[in-house]
């Protein structure tokens, strides 16, 4: 065979060879992206996607948004009794406008002592009557509606043309009586008509009574006036100081409860710091005897890597429902449950760590005639110590927010407080406040233990 025939039969090789080779991942990358798009049209079929997005219901969403930034206040007419009618904020018995000479109907709202006739301004030249059992609602760019009760139905007369999708109007499921009348021209009105009652809310921004109850003298009042009346105004309550005062009346608000959501908080911080230095300390000692290099017995090795398989097998939600069941409701239950997690986690990493060290550093500080606890000490402890601490304060970060979803099950903190407001589903300020004050804690802890690994680690200059 000629030199070039030779050139020429292995041009054609490599040639066949790049075209498997190309085939092949041209074949890998198809059946990858197959078997992505199977399991994507099985896990739409087994979570069934379409129904979920059927029944969704965004307007309810944004109902709910709306409730968490803001509140409403509610003109009430009952159609029972004469004179039924109050004007609260959120429906509330203890906010209610007009039960105090200090605390009339707001201006918006003008009404006759029984609320025989009551007219409310809703603002952005929306306005609604009532007069006896007839309501009207005044809609710009739209007309007028007026609803009145006739013979145990809810009748309304609208303006003429289609009927917008923000008025609804229910027939009783039997009789086909029409009950209720509801309208919403705008997220922040309402006017809801039905049988027994007639109700219009309006929304405003913000959370209501955030600082003070409505009932409590210092509500409404500005921060200049409460600054004066620390300073200067003689006493509201004789047996406290004003300053005393404002920051008991603050702290025992019975409708923000900030102070059982502050012992929250710190009952939740309290179980993350007590679980995870618990596991921490539990966990190094025994991965000295896990670690290749420290034990030669293998099989204790063999049962702490399989107690360690074992502990961090089992969630942190399933340890805190066991022992929840062992000892009862508590922050020590969810201390418990982070512990046991944690001991598993930490002590494979750091049994882990304690075979990867550099023995030559252990050997030099044997060669001073240093015994065992010196060599581990001088020798080995330094090398492992970035990985202990670096470890030990990121599962202390992360553990602050499981602790909250403990909590929820019953151990305590602020989850149990989180899942009582949701359970209302009208307290979603309530809700969103508690949530705000968790992130902070969360990104607190993350900042401050990102803080003590430079301390611990690089040094309190901070340089590497």
Known sequence: MSATTFEAAELLARHAHTVRHV?????????????????????????????????????????LGTDAVAHKVHITKGLRRQGDFEVAIEGERTATYGQQPDRPYPAWVRADPEGRHVDIDLG???????????????????????????????????????VPDWIRHARHPTSDLLIKFD????????????????EVHRYFLGWENFFFPFRSPLHGMSPAALAALVTVEPRLDPALPNWQLI?????????????????????????????????ALVGLPLAFLAARTFNKIGPIRFFLRRLFDFLRGIDMLIWSLIFIRAFGLGPLTGALAIAFTDTGTLGKLFSEALENIDRKQEEGVQSTGANFFQRTRFGVIPQILPVFVSQGLYYLESNTRSATVIGALGAGGIGLVLVETMRTSRDWENTLYIIILTVMVVMTMDALSSWLRRRLIQGASGAP
């Open 183 to 198: 309208a919403r021209p705008t997220i922040g009105r309402r006017v809801q008509v039905t049988r027994s009652k007639i």
């Open 124 to 162: 952005g030249g929306y306005r609604a009557t009532i007069d006896g059992d007839v309501t009207t609602l005044t809609v710009p760019d739209y007309g007028t509606i007026r609803v009145w009760i006739e013979g145990g139905e809810v009748l309304a007369d609208l303006p003429e043309g289609p």
């Open 23 to 63: 085939r092949r991942g041209w074949m890998i990358t198809v059946g990858g992206l197959l078997a992505v798009l199977v399991y994507l049209t099985y896990a739409w079929t087994a979570f069934d996607i379409s129904g979920l997005i059927a029944n969704a219901e965004p307007e309810r969403a944004v109902l």
């Open 247 to 279: 920051l008991k009346t603050f702290w025992d608000n019975p409708e923000w409860q900030h102070g059982v959501i502050a012992v929250a908080l710190f009952e939740t911080i309290l179980m993350a710091v007590l679980g995870t230095f618990t596991a």
